[in-house]
């Protein structure tokens, strides 16, 4: 079921509305600029050793509200499988890279964010490390809207680095086959980035989201779409015409996601 979850900022509906025609300066050529492209941005926290439930506290009791309080779209909130992880991996949304900054800005100092952020303090820093890329959704993407659903599902996070100048190509690909064979094996195409440039890694990077009903439906799926004729045709001309891989030597990765309790996309 797919609807506005209440209080949702407007900065995400906005680009839900844009998206059926997304700038991608992959795709199209065309720079994209920050002052009118809307954006979303990938961050990834790794929590000091001992402190990843104090952070997630403070997400879920303060940080969220104040985002949005600020103008950011919360979109979705995950952590990998596994009992000792320290690693928290979100989306926001924006308007624009230029609102982007004005809402951290204005986050930052907030009087209410400082005294949250003192007090998690007063036995030593929570995080120890920040990643951080700007992302715009390719011209392929499904409409990125918030979905919760009724049935446990896995969420999967796969990066994959062009090989030197088939970012296009492999945008290509995506683009006339890969997703519809995805979707026929059973995979939910949740969205699907390249970055925005002016970053490292922008001119090669393809990043984006699916989901599986569990982590075995997800290792049949795959095994199935490997094997579909469909795929290995498409894969094999699409090699063909770029003179080699798609991919560069060991560039493609992949990591499993669940929701926090406070994630609006679950």
């Not at 900065?11 to 009118?36: K, Q, R, W």
């Not at 985002?67 to 992880?85: D, S």
């Not at 059973?186 to 090669?204: R, S």
């Not at 997800?218 to 199935?224: E, N, P, Q, T, V």
Request: aromatic share 12%; glycine share 6%.
């Amino acid at each position: 079921m797919k609807s506005r979850v209440p209080g949702l900022p407007l900065a995400l509906l906005f680009l839900c509305a844009v998206h059926a025609n997304p700038l991608s300066a992959a795709d199209t050529g065309t720079p994209a600029t920050p002052e009118s492209t809307p954006i979303y941005e990938l961050r990834i926290y790794y929590a000091h050793p001992g402190k990843f439930p104090e952070l997630l506290t403070r997400f879920r009791e303060h940080t969220v509200k104040l985002f949005e309080k600020h103008g950011m779209a919360n979109v979705g909130y995950f952590v990998p499988p596994g009992e000792n992880n320290d690693k928290l991996v979100y989306f926001l949304a924006y308007p624009s890279r230029a609102a982007r900054d004005a809402s951290w800005q204005a986050f930052l100092n907030d009087p209410v964010w400082k005294e949250v952020y003192a007090k998690s303090h007063e036995n030593g820093p929570l995080v120890k490390q920040v990643e951080s890329k700007f992302l715009i959704p390719t011209d392929y993407s499904p409409a990125f809207t918030i979905e919760k659903s009724k049935l446990p599902r896995v969420f999967e996070m796969r990066t994959y680095i062009a090989s030197e100048g088939n970012l296009s190509a492999l945008n290509a690909r995506f683009r006339n086959h890969t997703v519809k064979l995805f979707e026929k094996h059973g995979m939910t195409n949740i969205v699907y980035f390249n970055l925005m440039p002016g970053q490292p890694g922008a001119e090669n990077t393809l990043l984006y989201l699916i989901s599986h009903p569990s982590e075995e439906a997800r290792h049949a799926a795959f095994k199935a779409f490997a094997a579909d004729p469909d795929w290995q045709a498409a894969r094999a001309d699409s090699e063909k015409q770029a003179g080699g891989s798609l991919t560069a030597k060991g560039g493609v990765q992949f990591e499993f996601l669940y929701p926090t309790d406070f994630s609006p996309l679950k």
